[in-house]
């Protein structure tokens, strides 16, 4: 079984800074990916950004990236030039695939941490 | 506007009751997912349905059950409702495209139990 870890539950950052966002998880799987999903007050998920466990190279949408360390098992999603609209919960969640890379099955989901982004 | 749709937004309903709540997937997505999400338990999967069949059961209580339909829409029967089934209920549908599969949530249906 696979467990997705954030172990901030809160975080808060000025307008226009950029502000990083921890996970880690646990899994004996060999292949699969990584999700980050936002959650604004509307409370639709909406998902951020993706990464492949077999690439080394970090994904990057936008003013979103990651640092993804496969061996520690932590993925920190980074927001730089931090919005307003950035306000949400964001969420770390974790798919396996099998070895050709395809993706199947459940999202297992971390606990949330609450980002709150100050004028 | 992920293009999943789900009715009803907000059901109100009491202790004992059967309600239903509908998914529609994307065009072309075989996929149904159903998650839940509460204070205390946070995003849980609950039952996969791919093209009709069942494909993976996660904490579903005996109570709740699905079904998807062969026009692909779903729906997530619960039964003899407790208080603590208060919650968000999430679909979620997806197609395997170049071997990766991406997730698209609903505007998820806000289920609360007097």
């Known amino acids: 079984a696979q467990t997705v870890t954030q172990s901030q539950p809160e975080m808060s950052v000025q307008e226009a800074e950029t502000v990083t966002l921890s996970c880690t998880y646990d899994?004996?799987?060999?292949?699969?990916?990584l999700f980050w999903y936002k959650q604004p007050p509307s409370r639709q998920m909406i998902l951020v950004i993706r990464q492949e466990a077999y690439k080394q190279q970090n994904a990057t949408e936008n003013r979103f990236s990651v640092n993804f360390q496969k061996a520690a098992k932590s993925f920190s999603l980074k927001i730089s030039d931090s919005q307003l609209g950035d306000t949400a919960m964001y969420f770390c969640a974790f798919i396996r695939s099998n070895a050709g890379g395809t993706s199947y099955g459940k999202l297992t989901f971390g606990q949330g941490t609450i980002l709150t982004v100050h004028p | 506007d992920s293009g999943v749709t789900q009715t009803p937004k907000h059901l109100i309903t009491a202790t004992g009751q059967r309600v239903t709540l509908r998914c529609s997937p994307r065009?072309?997505?075989?996929?149904v997912y159903w998650y839940q999400q509460s204070l205390d338990q946070g995003l849980q999967f609950l039952i996969q349905?791919?093209?009709?069949?069942?494909?993976a059961k996660g904490n579903i209580l005996e109570r709740f059950s699905a079904q998807q339909f062969p026009d692909l829409h779903s729906e997530l029967n619960l039964s003899s409702l407790e208080l603590g089934d208060s919650a968000l209920y999430f679909c979620a549908s997806s197609v395997l495209r170049g071997g990766q599969e991406t997730q698209y949530f609903g505007p998820g249906t806000r289920l609360l139990v007097l």
């Open positions: 065009s072309g997505d075989l996929s």
């Open positions: 899994t004996s799987e060999s292949n699969y990916y």
């Open positions: 349905y791919y093209n009709g069949e069942e494909r």
